[in-house]
Nanobody, 125 residues
Framework: QVQLVESGGGLVQAGGSLRLSCAAS????????MGWFRQTPGKEREFVAA????????ISADSVKGRFTISRDKAQNTVYLQMNNLKPEDTAVYYC??????????????????WGQGTQVTVSS
C-alpha cells in the first residue's frame, strides 16, 4: 500500500510561484513513475506533468510548458511541482499519483494506481 500526501498549495496572485510537494510513505517510490494532475469542479481530471522512475524523462502539458517543472528527490521519497508565472486558469485541486507497475511516463489518469488527497491552488487575477 502507498500513501501520498500533497502539500504546498495556497492562494497566490497571478504571476506568482508555488512549489507543491508529494510525500510518499508505505513504499519507496524511487523506481516508479509519478505524475501531477489537476481538477476543477465539473471537469475531468487533467494531466499536468509526469516524471519517470529514473527521473531522466519528464513530460508536461502544453498549457504549463515553460512554467511548471516536475522533479523528484529519491532520498526524500518526494516529488515536487514547481509552478512559476501562475495564471488564474491554473486554479484547481492538484493531485499527485504513482504507477507502481512501471517506470516510464504516463499522461493518462488510468495509468496511475495510487493518488493523494489533493491540495488546492488558487490564483487571483
Amino acid at each position: 500500500q502507498v500513501q501520498l500526501v500533497e502539500s504546498g498549495g495556497g492562494l497566490v496572485q497571478a504571476g506568482g510561484s508555488l512549489r507543491l510537494s508529494c510525500a510518499a510513505s508505505g513504499r519507496t517510490l524511487g523506481r516508479y513513475a509519478m505524475g501531477w494532475f489537476r481538477q476543477t469542479p465539473g471537469k475531468e481530471r487533467e494531466f499536468v506533468a509526469a516524471i519517470s522512475g529514473s527521473g531522466g524523462i519528464t513530460i508536461s502539458a502544453d498549457s504549463v510548458k515553460g512554467r511548471f517543472t516536475i522533479s523528484r528527490d529519491k532520498a526524500q521519497n518526494t516529488v515536487y511541482l514547481q509552478m512559476n508565472n501562475l495564471k488564474p486558469e491554473d486554479t484547481a485541486v492538484y493531485y499527485c499519483a504513482t504507477n507502481v507497475a512501471g517506470g516510464s511516463v504516463y499522461r493518462s489518469v488510468r495509468s496511475y494506481d495510487y493518488w493523494g488527497q489533493g491540495t488546492q491552488v488558487t490564483v487571483s487575477s
